[in-house]
């Protein structure tokens, strides 16, 4: 079946970094684009960045326009968040999900898989 598993979550100060990996199996994973998605406590599930199946196109959400970086190694099957100059409100779960229609949606309805999730904690 179809796998995503993020994993490089932890908790870091402000200013810091983390990257994040979302290692997928059970499907062609070259074929899909890929999104991020955050979901803070008490809060609903945001849009981070996405990328499409040959990193031609790629989006990010104004709040981490220019922090965060979004990539994709099609031969390992792995998508990345490199996440730069974090902020205390950057902190949530953050998840990695799969589009089959390619399109690197910020909508959240485009994407058929979800991984299970990562908490990332941003301390002041």
């Not at 979004?70 to 799969?98: F, G």
């Not at 949606?105 to 990332?120: A, F, K, L, N, P």
Request: aromatic share 12%; charged share 15%; with cysteine.
């Amino acid at each position: 079946q179809v796998q995503l598993v993020e994993s490089g979550g932890g908790l870091v100060q402000a200013g810091g970094s983390l990257r994040l990996s979302c290692a997928a199996s059970g499907l062609t994973f070259s074929m899909y684009a890929v999104g991020w998605f955050r979901q803070a406590p008490g809060k609903e599930r945001e849009f981070v960045a996405a990328i499409t199946w040959s990193g031609g196109k790629i989006d990010y959400a104004d709040s981490v326009m220019g922090r965060f970086t979004i990539a994709r190694d099609n031969a390992k099957n792995t998508a990345y968040l490199q996440m730069n100059s974090l902020k205390p409100e950057d902190t949530a779960v953050y998840y990695c999900a799969a589009d089959p229609q390619g399109y690197a949606s910020s909508w959240s309805g485009e994407y058929d898989y979800w991984g299970q999730g990562t908490q990332v904690t941003v301390s002041s």
